[in-house]
C-alpha cells in the first residue's frame, strides 16, 4: 500500500478505533450485530463451501477467520495451525490479525486470546473492522470516501424519491422506504414503489429484504422486526447491509470508469518518464551498494579464537538476513519495472527505453551474480573454518550425548526379553506379542548405526589423542556386550512365541470358519424375519400374485438352509473337542463373532413359526384384490357406455341448435324428446356412481380398463343437462321473438341461414368481424361509429360475441322499426273511432281482461287529458305502448 492509500486509511480508520464497545451491552443492538455480520460473513464464506452459525464459536480456532479474510482479499495467507490446541488456534488468530494489520488497519485492543476466548464483543468489533476494511474503506463517491462515500450515495439515489430523507444510518431507514428506493432505482421492475406506504414500515422492509436476497443475491441480514423494534437501529448493522447494496449496483458506476479512462491516457505518458527515472536511480544505487559489498566478501582473513568466528559468521548473517533482503526486493522491483515500462511503450507505440550505459538488466545480473559468487565463497570459508575449531569438543560431546541415548534406550530390555508372558496368553494376544517382537527387532537393527556411531567416534577421538580416551573405550566396551547379550536374548524369544502361536492358531481357523458362515448365515435369518413380518401394500391382483410366488420361492429355501445351520454348529462343537483334549487355556469368547448357536437355533425357529402366518396373510390378500378387480371391471363396462352416449348426445344436440329442419315448434318439440330421453338415463348415471362408491370404499385408486372417471361422468352428465337447457330455452326466445315481431318461418330460415354461414368458427356464435361481414352482405354502409352503436345493441355485456338471438332480435327491430309509426295510428283510430282519445272504459271494454288489465298499468303514467280524465291521445297512447325510443 503507497503512502496515499495508508494515510487515507488511517484517516478513515481513526474514528473507528475507539469503538464504543458499551453499546453492545444494548442486546437489542448485539442481537442486530450479531445477524448482519454473520450473514456478511456466510454470504463470502459459502464461495469456499462452508458458513458459520455461531460468530464468537466458530472463529475461536481462526480458521474459518483466515479463510473469510482469504475469500475476500483473493490473496493467500499463511499456513494454518491444523492443531486442536489452544496455542495453535490463538497463532492462526494472530496470523488473521497480522493480515489485517498489514492492510493498514489498525486493531485497538483486539487480541488474539480474547477471540479464541469466545468474546462475543471482541469479536464482533474484529469483523466491523473487517468490514469497514474490505466492503466499506473503498467507497468512493464524489472525493468522498467510506462512510461518508456511502451516505452520499445513498442520498444521491434516493432523492427524487417521497418520503425518503437519508440523513444517517440509523433511524433514516426504519421506514424501509430508503432500502425499496434503492433497489427501484436500480431494478424498478423488481418493486412497485408507489404501493409503498411510509407508515407500514413493517411489509416496506420486508419487501426489500425479501426482493434482495431473491433477485440480487443479498443475503437477508436483519428482520423486520429488529429494526422496527428498536428506537434507534444498530448503525453498524445497517451501514453492512447499506454496503452490500453498494456492491450489488456497483456496475452502475461503470458510466464513470468509462469518463476516467481517458484521463489516465492522459497520464501515461507522465507515469512512463517517472519509471524511467526511477529506473536510473535504482539502478545507479544497486550497483554502488554490490561495489561496496563484494571486496568484503572476499576477505578471507582467518581469525584464531571460536568467538571471533562466530562474530564474523554473525555479521554474514546479518547480512543475508537484513542488509540483502531489501536489495533483492530492488532487484525484483527494478526488472518489473523495466518490463513493464516496455510493456507500457510498446502499448503506446514509444521507442522501447535504453537505459544508460552499464546500467542495463542484464549489466546488473551480471554484477549481481559476482556479489552470489563471492558470498558463496565467502560463506564456504566461514563453516569451514568453523568446523575445524568445534570439531574435537564437537566428537567429545556427541560420544556422551549418543552412549547416553543408547544406554537409555536399552534399560530394562532384558528384563523384558526373559519375561513368560505368552504361556497364558490367547492367539490374538500371542500375535500382538508377535507383532510387538518384530517391531522391537526393528527397532534392535535400528540401533544397530548407533552403537557402530559409537565406537566410529571412540575409535577417531583415540587417534586425536583426546585426553579421556581410557574413559571413552571403558563405556563403549560395556555398550558393545551389553548389544550381544541383548540380540542372543531376542532370538531366544522369538522361537518361543513361535511354538505357542502354532499351538493356538488351529483353534482360530476354526473360529474364524465359523464366524465367517454364521454372520451371512444369521444375516440371512435376520432379513428373512423382516421380510416374514414386514406388512404390504399392494394395489393389483399382479402384485399379490409376485408376493405369492416370491415367498413361496424362499419356502424352497429352508432345507438348504437348514443343512448350513447344521454345518456351523459341527464347526463349533469341533472347537469344543478340541479345548477339551489339549487343555488349552481359552480366555473368553470367539473373538470373530458374538453369535452364538443359541442364538442361531433361536432364531431358526422364529423363522419356522413366521412362515404359516405369512402364508395366511397373502391368501386373505389374495381374495381382496380379486374383489377389487370385479370391482374394476363392473365400473370400466358401465363406464365406456356412458361416456361415448353423452359425447354422442352432446354433439345430436349441437347439431339441433344451428341446422334448419323443420319450424322452430319442431325444433323445440324435437328438444324436450331428447330432453326426456336424457332424464330416463338418469338411473344408469346413479347405478355407476353406486358402483363408484364400492371402489372407492375399497380403496381402489386406478382403473385399466377404463380412461373414463366418475368426476369426467359428472361433469359431462351436468354439461349435457345444461347444454338441452339451455338450447331449449334459446329455441323458446326466438319464438317469442317471431311471435312479438311477426317474423315469419321463411324469414327465420334466412337469418339462421345467414347466421350459419357467416358463423366460420361453428361456435353458434360469430365475432365481431363475422358479424361486420354479415352486415355488409346484406347491404348496410357504415362507418366505425355505426358499427359501433350497433355492436352496443346486439353485445350489451361487451363479450365480443353476437348470439343467434341478438342477431335476430337486431334484424327484427331493423324490419319493424319502419312500420311502427303506422301500426301505432292505424291501431289508435279503430279503437278511438272518430275522437281524438281513448279511455280505460273503452280498453277494458274491447281488449281480453287480462291484456286490457296490462295495458291500463303501462298507460297509467300517461293518462288524464285536461278535458277528460282518465283518457290519452295519441301521442300519449304510442308513448305508453311502444316506449320513446321505438318511434
Same mark, same amino acid.
Given at each position: 500500500m503507497d503512502h496515499y492509500d495508508s494515510q487515507q486509511t488511517n484517516d478513515y480508520m481513526q474514528p473507528e478505533d475507539d469503538w464504543d464497545r458499551d453499546l453492545l451491552l444494548d442486546p437489542a443492538w448485539e442481537k442486530q450485530q450479531r445477524k448482519?455480520?454473520?450473514?456478511?460473513?456466510?454470504?463470502?464464506?459459502?464461495? #469456499?463451501?462452508? !458458513?458459520?452459525?455461531? %460468530?464468537?464459536?466458530?472463529?475461536?480456532?481462526?480458521?474459518? /477467520?483466515? =479463510?473469510? /479474510?482469504?475469500?475476500?482479499?483473493?490473496?493467500?495467507?499463511?499456513?494454518?495451525?491444523?492443531g486442536k490446541m489452544r496455542v495453535h488456534k490463538i497463532s492462526n488468530v494472530n496470523k488473521a490479525l497480522d493480515f489485517i494489520a498489514s492492510k493498514g488497519v489498525k486493531l485497538v485492543s483486539i487480541g488474539a486470546e480474547e477471540i479464541v476466548d469466545g468474546n462475543a464483543k471482541?469479536? =464482533?468489533?474484529?469483523?466491523?473492522?473487517?468490514?469497514?476494511?474490505?466492503?466499506?474503506?473503498?467507497?468512493?463517491?464524489?472525493?468522498?470516501?467510506?462512510?461518508e462515500g456511502l451516505l452520499l450515495w445513498c442520498q444521491r439515489k434516493t432523492a427524487p424519491y417521497k418520503n425518503v430523507n437519508i440523513q444517517n444510518f440509523h433511524i433514516s431507514w426504519k421506514d424501509g422506504l430508503g432500502f425499496c428506493a434503492l433497489i427501484h432505482r436500480h431494478r424498478p421492475e423488481l418493486i412497485d414503489y408507489g404501493k409503498l406506504r411510509k407508515d407500514d414500515p413493517l411489509t416496506n422492509l420486508n419487501t426489500a429484504f425479501d426482493v434482495a436476497e431473491r433477485y440480487l443475491d443479498i443475503p437477508k441480514m436483519l428482520d423486520a422486526e429488529d429494526i422496527i423494534g428498536t428506537l434507534r437501529p444498530d448503525e453498524k448493522a445497517i451501514m453492512t447491509y447499506v454496503?452490500?447494496?453498494?456492491? *450489488?449496483f456497483s456496475g452502475a458506476q461503470k458510466a464513470e470508469t468509462a469518463a476516467n479512462r481517458i484521463c489516465k491516457v492522459l497520464a501515461v505518458n507522465q507515469e512512463n518518464e517517472q519509471l524511467m527515472e526511477d529506473y536510473e536511480k535504482l539502478a545507479s544505487d544497486l550497483l554502488e551498494w554490490i561495489r561496496r559489498t563484494i571486496p568484503w566478501l572476499e576477505n578471507r582473513a582467518p581469525e584464531n579464537t571460536m568467538q571471533a568466528m562466530q562474530q564474523k559468521l554473525e555479521d554474514f548473517r546479518d547480512y543475508r538476513r537484513l542488509h540483502k533482503p531489501p536489495k533483492v526486493q530492488e532487484k525484483c522491483q527494478l526488472e518489473i519495472n523495466f518490463n513493464t515500462l516496455q510493456t507500457k511503450l510498446r502499448l503506446s507505440n514509444r521507442p522501447a527505453f535504453m537505459p544508460s550505459e552499464g546500467k542495463m538488466v542484464s549489466d546488473i545480473n551480471n554484477a549481481w551474480g559476482c556479489l552470489e559468487q563471492a558470498e558463496k565463497g565467502y560463506e564456504e570459508w566461514l563453516l569451514n573454518e568453523i568446523r575445524r575449531l568445534e570439531r574435537l569438543d564437537h566428537l567429545a560431546e556427541k560420544f556422551r550425548q549418543k552412549a547416553c541415548i543408547h544406554e537409555s534406550w536399552t534399560d530394562g530390555k532384558e528384563a523384558m526379553l526373559q519375561q513368560k508372558d505368552y504361556e497364558t496368553a490367547t492367539l490374538s494376544e500371542i500375535k500382538a506379542l508377535l507383532k510387538k517382537h518384530e517391531a522391537f527387532e526393528s527397532d534392535l537393527a535400528a540401533h544397530q548405526d548407533r552403537v557402530e556411531q559409537i565406537a566410529a567416534i571412540a575409535q577417531e577421538l583415540n587417534e586425536l589423542d583426546y585426553y579421556d580416551s581410557p574413559s571413552v573405550n571403558a563405556r563403549c566396551q560395556k555398550i558393545c556386550d551389553q548389544w550381544d547379550n541383548l540380540g542372543a536374548l531376542t532370538q531366544k524369544r522369538r522361537e518361543a512365541l513361535e511354538r505357542t502361536e502354532k499351538l493356538l492358531e488351529t483353534i482360530d481357523q476354526l473360529y474364524l470358519e465359523y464366524a465367517k458362515?454364521?454372520?451371512?448365515?444369521?444375516?440371512w435369518m435376520e432379513g428373512a424375519m423382516e421380510d416374514l413380518q414386514d406388512t404390504f401394500i399392494v394395489h393389483t391382483i399382479e402384485e399379490i400374485q409376485g408376493l405369492t410366488t416370491a415367498h413361496e420361492q424362499f419356502k424352497a429355501t429352508l432345507p438348504d438352509a437348514d443343512k448350513?445351520? !447344521?454345518? %456351523?454348529?459341527?464347526? +463349533?462343537?469341533?472347537?469344543?473337542?478340541?479345548?477339551?483334549?489339549? +487343555?488349552?487355556?481359552?480366555?473368553?469368547?470367539n473373538p470373530y463373532t458374538t453369535i452364538t448357536p443359541q442364538e442361531i437355533n433361536g432364531k431358526w425357529d422364529h423363522v419356522r413359526q413366521l412362515v404359516p402366518r405369512r402364508d395366511q396373510a397373502?391368501?386373505?390378500? +389374495? &381374495?381382496? @384384490?380379486?374383489?377389487?378387480?370385479?370391482?374394476?371391471?363392473?365400473?370400466? *363396462? !358401465?363406464?365406456?357406455? %356412458?361416456?361415448?352416449?353423452?359425447?354422442?348426445?352432446?354433439?345430436? %344436440?349441437?347439431?339441433?341448435?344451428?341446422?334448419? +329442419?323443420?319450424?322452430?315448434?319442431?325444433? /323445440?318439440?324435437?328438444?324436450? !324428446?331428447?330432453?326426456?330421453? $336424457?332424464?330416463?338415463?338418469?338411473?344408469?348415471?346413479?347405478?355407476?356412481?353406486?358402483?363408484? @362408491?364400492?371402489?372407492q370404499e375399497a380403496l381402489i385408486f386406478d382403473n385399466k380398463h377404463t380412461n373414463y372417471t366418475m368426476e369426467h361422468i359428472r361433469v359431462g352428465w351436468e354439461q349435457l343437462l345444461t347444454t338441452i337447457a339451455r338450447t331449449t330455452n334459446e329455441v323458446e326466445n326466438q319464438i317469442l321473438t317471431r311471435d312479438a315481431k311477426g317474423i315469419s318461418q321463411e324469414q327465420m330460415n334466412e337469418f339462421r341461414a345467414s347466421f350459419n354461414h357467416f358463423d366460420r368458427k361453428k361456435t353458434g356464435m360469430m365475432d365481431a368481424e363475422d358479424f361486420r361481414t354479415c352486415l355488409i352482405s346484406i347491404g348496410?354502409?357504415?362507418?366505425? &361509429?355505426?358499427? #359501433?352503436?350497433?355492436?352496443?345493441?346486439v353485445d350489451p355485456n361487451r363479450i365480443g360475441v353476437v348470439t343467434f338471438q341478438a342477431f335476430i332480435d337486431f334484424m327484427s327491430r331493423e324490419t319493424a322499426d319502419t312500420d311502427t309509426a303506422d301500426?301505432?295510428? &292505424?291501431?289508435?283510430? $279503430?279503437? #278511438?273511432?272518430?275522437?281524438?282519445? $281513448?279511455?280505460?272504459?273503452?280498453?277494458?271494454?274491447? =281488449?281480453?281482461p287480462d291484456q286490457a288489465e296490462y295495458c291500463i298499468a303501462r298507460m297509467a303514467p300517461y293518462t288524464g287529458l285536461d278535458s277528460v280524465p282518465g283518457a290519452l291521445d295519441y301521442m300519449s297512447f304510442s308513448t305508453a305502448l311502444y316506449g320513446e325510443s321505438d318511434l
Open positions: 448482519t455480520f454473520t450473514a456478511w460473513c456466510n454470504s463470502h464464506l459459502r464461495k #469456499a463451501g462452508t !458458513q458459520i452459525e455461531n %460468530i464468537e464459536e466458530d472463529f475461536r480456532d481462526g480458521l474459518k /477467520l483466515m =479463510l473469510l /479474510l482469504e475469500v475476500i482479499s483473493g490473496e493467500r495467507l499463511a499456513k494454518p495451525e491444523r471482541m469479536t =464482533l468489533g474484529m469483523i466491523w473492522t473487517i468490514i469497514l476494511r474490505f466492503a466499506i474503506q473503498d467507497i468512493s463517491v464524489e472525493e468522498t470516501s467510506a462512510k454496503s452490500c447494496y453498494y456492491h *450489488a458362515r454364521a454372520a451371512p448365515f444369521n444375516n448350513e445351520r !447344521q454345518a %456351523i454348529l459341527g464347526i +463349533h462343537n469341533e472347537v469344543s473337542k478340541i479345548v477339551q483334549t489339549y +487343555h488349552v487355556n481359552m480366555a473368553g469368547t397373502l391368501m386373505e390378500e +389374495h &381374495a381382496r @384384490q380379486q374383489h377389487n378387480e370385479r370391482l374394476r371391471k363392473q365400473f370400466g *363396462a !358401465q363406464a365406456n357406455v %356412458i361416456g361415448p352416449w353423452i359425447q354422442t348426445k352432446m354433439e345430436e %344436440i349441437g347439431r339441433i341448435s344451428i341446422e334448419m +329442419h323443420g319450424t322452430l315448434e319442431d325444433q /323445440l318439440n324435437h328438444l324436450r !324428446q331428447y330432453e326426456k330421453s $336424457i332424464v330416463n338415463y338418469k338411473p344408469k348415471i346413479d347405478q355407476l356412481e353406486g358402483d363408484h @362408491q364400492q371402489i348496410y354502409n357504415m362507418g366505425e &361509429a355505426e358499427f #359501433a352503436r350497433i355492436m352496443s345493441i301500426q301505432v295510428m &292505424a291501431s289508435f283510430k $279503430i279503437l #278511438a273511432g272518430d275522437k281524438n282519445y $281513448i279511455t280505460v272504459d273503452e280498453l277494458r271494454r274491447e =281488449l281480453p
